[in-house]
């Protein structure tokens, strides 16, 4: 029997609520998802808050460098994501690491892909990094999967803790695939766009893939059927709904 097709809240429920957010965890989950991923850079004093781009622009209208600004001076940033809607979601403050693990906690069906951002790792270095990640997701790191682009970050994890890690592929080529023997990672993550064509030439290892960035039920069930089985998605709850109608969850 193949295995269950999986779903992942790519930043929470991101297609309708603003990403990387409080809300966007709790939406998605409430919508039935039971796997999540969000994204991870560090303030200049060194905490961890749930953000993708280097900076505030676009979920915030702020174009502040994040690992500029102490967390304290982002009290009042609001990341409610008005280009996409407005001021349906404002205010939205930043969302901690510590708070995201704090709703982690409350809901032990979830599991979390925790990406660390190599803008911060480049910033702070992966040691320094990933130690206040574990610090912060010390309660739920059994609910946790460490993950990034940059392999660095990833072999630090393994030498602090046994918690699954993650790659994400960002080239798909012969050195990618040595690196991702020589990691052997519990996942893989790649963009759709970027697999090869011929099925049979998809890296075979110890790890499980993950696909993003899917919304068509049609793409998500032929990638189930090429041995896909987790995939990501911003539209949770509306791909969710249409592969439950099809009895394919």
């Known amino acids: 029997m193949p ?18 957010t409080a809300v966007a965890l709790s939406a998605a989950v409430a919508a039935g998802a039971t796997w999540l991923e969000f994204d991870v850079q560090m303030t200049r004093d060194g905490v961890p808050v749930l953000l993708h781009d280097p900076t505030f622009a ?44 704090e709703l982690l906690a409350s809901w032990p069906q979830v599991t979390a892909f925790v990406e660390l951002k190599r803008h911060s790792l480049k910033r702070f270095g992966p040691a320094a990094m990933v130690e206040a990640v574990l610090a912060d997701l010390q309660p739920v790191l059994n609910q946790c999967v460490i993950i990034s682009f940059v392999d660095a970050a990833l072999e630090e994890t393994r030498r602090r803790c046994a918690a699954p890690v993650g790659w994400a592929v960002r080239t798909w080529n012969k050195a990618a695939r040595n690196t991702a023997g020589g990691l052997a990672p519990e996942y ?7 697999l090869p064509a ?21 793409q998500a069930l032929q990638l189930h059927a090429q041995g896909f089985h987790y995939i990501e998605t911003m539209a949770i709850a509306e791909l969710r709904a249409a592969l439950q109608e099809r009895g394919c969850l």
């Open 188 to 194: 893989l993550f790649c963009n759709v766009n970027k």
């Open 3 to 20: 295995e269950p097709l999986q779903l992942v809240a790519h930043r929470g429920y991101a297609a309708a609520r603003p990403e990387n």
């Open 198 to 218: 011929d099925p049979a030439a998809v890296w075979q290892g110890p790890w499980n893939w993950v696909i993003y960035e899917i919304v068509d039920p049609d």
């Open 58 to 101: 676009r979920t915030g209208g702020d174009p502040s460098v994040v690992y500029e600004r102490n967390l304290s001076e982002l009290a009042d940033m609001d990341v409610c994501e008005r280009e996409r809607f407005g001021s349906q979601f404002s205010p939205t403050p930043v969302c901690t690491l510590r708070r995201a693990a």
